[in-house]
């Protein structure tokens, strides 16, 4: 028990420290303060850093070095897959307030509104740099300037650039050929209403192949608990013996890269 407390704390410990931002002081609330307006955010107490460094050293005192080693890699890896989570997450959310906007921006150029009040009402339906760009979009139609330049100008920002540039190449045409605006953003609205549902089709596939993937990643656990309940020890085998201690290495790391080979193999699969 004392060394899986051990490794556990371990764990903590690197995730927390490498979650530290390179500028600044240690802060707990750093993470949601990135969320919110900077007159909204509340000051957050500073955690002293060497508390952490402190842990650190007395959880390898306590553990040894090999089980540290395999906390910060497995720390490591869960910190990696967090924040593509949370790529994944805001692309989603970026990639459904684009499809909103462009349904409310046709609409509003339906009704007669002007384009600076069609962009500004389709930018408070958005999210990130389409908002972003929205927003400027509306700025340069009330004062005459440049439409689709500033909605280009954050394509590479943006998770769906295809999108900002389509949007911008509309504008453009229909400003120099006098085409309808509104039917050109309705049909990029259409195209991105079956990319979405196409996209939906394409995870519902990928669930089975995941679902077994982590269930064989977790099997190796359910060994453990099974030769514990039968009054083996395979903990003190892995943790305390050399043959116990490759075994562990060499049986993390291929469970390892499976996940990764897995996930690869999903990613290639997914739409962009």
């Not at 890896?77 to 409310?104: F, K």
């Not at 408070?124 to 389409?130: D, E, H, M, R, Y």
């Not at 908002?131 to 439409?147: C, I, N």
């Not at 990029?188 to 679902?211: H, S």
Request: hydrophobic letters at 55%; proline letters at 6%.
């Amino acid at each position: 028990m004392t060394v899986l407390l051990a490794a556990t704390l371990a764990g903590a410990a690197v995730g927390v420290l490498l979650a530290v931002p390179r500028t600044g002081p240690l802060r707990l609330a750093d993470v949601t303060a990135t969320s919110r307006p900077r007159a909204a955010r509340q000051p957050a107490r500073a955690l002293p850093l060497g508390w952490l460094v402190l842990v650190a050293g007395l959880v390898a005192t306590l553990a040894g070095p090999v089980v540290v080693g395999l906390a910060v890699v497995a720390g490591l890896g869960l910190l990696r897959v967090r924040a593509r989570r949370r790529r994944d997450a805001q692309a989603g959310r970026e990639r459904a307030g684009a499809l909103q906007a462009c349904g409310v921006l046709a609409g509003e150029l339906a009704t007669g509104r002007t384009p600076a009040e069609a962009l500004a009402a389709a930018a408070g339906v958005a999210c990130g740099p389409v908002q972003a760009a929205l927003h400027a979009g509306a700025s340069a139609a009330e004062l005459g300037g440049d439409v689709p330049g500033a909605l280009a100008a954050q394509a590479e920002r943006s998770a769906v650039p295809g999108v900002l540039r389509s949007l911008a190449a509309c504008w453009q045409v229909c400003a120099q050929s006098g085409g309808g605006l509104s039917a050109a953003v309705l049909r990029l609205e259409e195209g991105l209403g079956d990319e979405a549902a196409q996209r939906r089709r394409v995870e519902a596939e990928l669930a089975g192949p995941r679902a077994t993937a982590a269930l064989l990643a977790v099997l190796p656990g359910g060994g453990l608990l099974l030769a514990a309940g039968i009054g083996a020890d395979p903990l003190h085998v892995l943790l305390e013996t050399r043959v116990g201690l490759v075994c562990l290495v060499l049986g993390l790391g291929l469970d390892g890269l499976g996940l990764l080979w897995t996930d690869r193999l999903v990613r290639r699969v997914r739409p962009p």
